[in-house]
Every structure is written in C-alpha cells, then in structure tokens.
C-alpha cells in the first residue's frame, strides 16, 4: 500500500498555530520551519512514501 504524505503543508500549519499560540517563539519557530523545508527539499523533493 502506498500512502503519498506531503510534509510542508503540514509544518506549515504547525508552525502557524505555534506562532499564534506563542507569539514569542516566532524567531526560532521560522528558522524551524525554514530548515525542515529546505532538508524536506533537498532529501526528497517533498513527497515520502510509506
């Protein structure tokens, strides 16, 4: 069984409902986020399959 599970969109939200949870980690939490999507990036193009 193949399940394609796309990744930024869910960081994505993550990082949102953070930021407006804790407006104080909004620094940290972009950097986060811009690392995962770039490693998302660079090691699968986006897209994992299970």
Known sequence: MNITLSLAPIVS?????LILLVPRLLN???AIYL???????LFNGGHMNF
């Open 13 to 17: 939200l993550i990082a949102g409902i």
């Open 28 to 30: 940290y939490i972009v």
């Open 35 to 41: 690392i995962v999507i770039g490693l998302i990036g």
